[in-house]
């Protein structure tokens, strides 16, 4: 079975353990990349009966050496590593979710070079990661896999001082320096480690026993900011951090841990599950602009909704105006939510092409691209659309449809980007 990476399969809940959040997803079909990447397109041998319902017995999922297990084995769970992937890779979960595991491509670390960024206590956060030179945005910082892949039930639910010594055997696993890195994150116990550092991962789609917690020693330095200036995706078990902005020398690079387009209420709230006070760049601004943010949260969730609505009734449906677009877009912006434009350009890009205004629709559709390339990824579901739109509105098939009768006169392609 050639077994492409979709939408919903395999698809990766992020971020940061369990707390549900935003989703990344991987598609198929790799795009031109200008920074070493890698194979979006995964081959997976045939792992289900011809109906597609029952798993191959256990014995066909025998992992091929350099990969060493199944050791130490709990019921189902055992432990498998290999010291060659990645920066060495230790996954204490099924032999199954192992073998899907071992076919995913696990790429020599990349990203940008060592030097561009340092490590330094920041007041407050712990230590944090700081720029060394201008990192200009669309930059890929990290591209890395986890030196530690846990299956969640094993991670919640096995005897505490049992799981210690097995995660102590995962880490004797690795390679030194891995180690190292894994035992200087954040952490008392390595059961500690795991909770305060790990991202969510999905091996197996939907399957029984999909989600991991997966450790990234070095991406565990990124501190959280509730406008963070770096946006991460994961697909295929790769997790890539990406600058969404120009970020300059001395400024300290963020990712957010949570959604972040809520009032600072419940941002901090949810930021508290993680057992933390945030101290962020947003969370501490003085009571009056903190109250002004959380109005135009509100102004944001009420134009998308109302754009929403709209767009729900068809192409042509009555409301729409062309300047809800922009003022999205400029609300987005006023809020520094540079890592979440790529659904906001894109909208405001649709809506301009309706109403004919081709200067708007061309900019924004541009920006759109950009923007959904770095959030999602090359394959991302609307980036076609959006090049198509900015190359040649007219032909686009929201082109003018506000403007010609009020109804809807949807063009050549039907399966375009509408308004997502
Ligand atoms: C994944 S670690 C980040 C790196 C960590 N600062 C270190 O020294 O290794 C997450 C921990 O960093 C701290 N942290 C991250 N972002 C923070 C923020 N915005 N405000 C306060 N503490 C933060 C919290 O202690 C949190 O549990």
Not at 45 to 62: I, Q, V
Not at 97 to 121: D, I, Q
Not at 365 to 384: Q, S
Request: aromatic fraction near 8%.
């Amino acid at each position: 079975l050639s077994h492409h990476v979709e939408e919903a399969k395999h698809c990766s809940w992020s971020p940061l353990l369990g707390r549900q959040d935003q989703l990344t997803c991987a598609a198929p079909r790799p795009k031109e990349q200008t920074q070493p990447t890698v194979d979006w397109k995964v081959e997976i041998p045939e792992l289900w009966d011809e109906h597609g319902e029952r798993y191959l017995p256990p014995k066909a999922y025998k992992l091929a050496p350099p990969w060493v297990g199944p050791e130490q084995c709990f019921t189902e769970f055992c432990l498998f590593s290999n010291r060659d992937a990645g920066q060495g890779m230790a996954l204490v979960t099924t032999a199954r979710n192992a073998y899907l595991t071992a076919h995913y491509p696990a790429p020599p670390a990349s990203g940008v070079e060592p030097t561009a960024f340092y490590e330094e206590e920041v007041p407050g956060k712990g230590i944090g990661l700081i720029a060394n030179r201008k990192i200009r945005k669309g930059e890929i910082i990290m591209q890395r896999v986890p030196a530690l892949l846990i299956q969640d039930t094993v991670h919640m639910d096995l005897d505490p001082e049992v799981r210690e010594q097995l995660y102590q055997t995962a880490v004797d696993r690795l390679p030194e320096a891995t180690q190292e890195r894994f035992l200087r994150q954040m952490g008392n116990t390595l059961f500690d480690k795991v909770e305060k550092n790990a991202f969510r991962m999905f091996v197996d789609g939907d399957h029984k026993h999909s989600l991991h917690l997966g450790v990234l020693p070095e991406v565990s330095r990124f501190n959280h900011d509730c406008r963070p200036n770096v946006h991460y995706r994961i697909a295929n078990l790769t997790h890539t951090t990406i600058a969404v902005r120009d970020i300059l020398p001395g400024e300290e690079l963020t990712i957010s841990y949570i959604y972040p387009q809520v009032p600072k209420s419940e941002r901090q709230s949810r930021l508290r599950e993680w057992g933390f006070v945030c101290t962020c760049s947003q969370c501490t601004l003085p009571p009056s602009e903190s109250s002004a943010s959380d109005n135009r949260i509100r102004q944001i969730k009420q134009l998308e909704e109302e754009i929403e609505a709209i767009m729900a009734r068809g192409p042509g449906g009555e409301g729409l105006r062309p300047e809800m677009g922009g003022k999205l877009v400029e609300l987005y912006l006023q809020e520094r939510l540079h890592a979440y434009l790529g659904p906001t350009y894109t909208r405001a890009a649709l809506i301009y092409s309706m109403f004919g205004n081709e200067q708007r629709a061309r900019e924004y559709a541009r920006e759109a691209v950009g923007a959904l390339e770095r959030e999602v990824g090359p394959h991302a579901r609307d980036l076609e659309s959006m090049r198509r739109l900015a190359e040649d509105p007219r032909g686009h098939w929201s082109w003018g449809i506000k403007v010609t009768s009020g109804r809807a006169e949807v063009g050549r392609n039907k399966t375009d980007a509408r308004g997502k």
